[in-house]
């Protein structure tokens, strides 16, 4: 499996309902990052969380980080239609003195009205 | 500050052609990615390039794919001879000189490339 790998890789949940994606990693990171894709469209930077930091909070976006197990989760609350799309997690290995920034393979959630 | 600049957004190439994708990157970045994306799938790291420097490669395939970051103008994917495989979205992504333990990446719109 690589680098960066969200589960579930589907998910469908009611308006109003909290969701929930995991991501799993495999090297050691300096930072991990979400990101948002809707349907044909570009990346959006949802929150990047550094390897020293456990948990950050922007808006209704909480994620946390466990580099023991290295994973990290991503939870919405509150859902909303317009959060439909596809979340990605990416890692920064930071190994070799660069940042080359690995994608997991998307977690695809839908948010029905 | 403009964001990641990619063009063209949407380019239709037909089989044996080259395409062209360039990437400006957001001020103060020195740092250019391409990534690409099929269908339905996540996006797959290409290279990785400094200003004329091509840092890491890896993910290029070895033929008719290239890369460059000249010291002016901005970064250009290259695909000669396109086959319909080729057919994918490309995603630039800069970040500016790594500081601390890491920098966050910023990724342009994409390119949609479809070969006919």
């Known amino acids: 499996s690589q680098q960066g790998e969200e589960d579930p890789q589907a998910l469908s949940i009611q308006e109003g309902e909290n969701a929930t994606m995991n991501c799993s990693y495999k090297t050691s990171i300096n930072n991990l990052q979400w990101y948002r894709q809707n349907s044909g469209r570009g990346l959006v930077h949802l929150i990047l969380i550094r390897s020293n930091e456990r948990e950050k909070h922007s808006g209704r976006l909480r994620v946390t980080l466990d580099t023991s197990k290295k994973s990290s989760s991503l939870l919405i609350t509150a859902s909303r239609a317009a959060d439909t799309a596809s979340y990605f997690c990416a890692t920064d290995g930071g190994s070799g003195g660069y940042q080359k920034v690995t994608f997991g393979t998307g977690t695809k959630l839908q948010v029905i009205p | 500050n403009a964001g990641v600049m990619q063009n063209p957004r949407h380019l239709v190439r037909r089989r044996g052609q080259e395409a062209r994708l360039r990437c400006s990157p957001m001020?103060?970045?020195?740092?250019v990615y391409w990534y690409r994306q099929l269908p339905e799938e996540g996006l797959k790291f290409m290279v990785y390039l400094q200003k004329e420097n091509i840092i890491d490669e890896s993910g290029m395939p070895k033929e008719r794919f290239s890369a460059e970051f000249p010291k002016e103008g901005p970064s250009i994917l290259r695909i000669q001879q396109v086959v319909r495989g080729d057919s994918a979205a490309y995603f630039c992504a800069s970040s500016p000189p790594m500081q601390g333990i890491g920098t966050e990446a910023f990724f342009g719109q994409g390119t949609r490339l479809t070969v006919v």
């Open positions: 001020k103060g970045h020195s740092h």
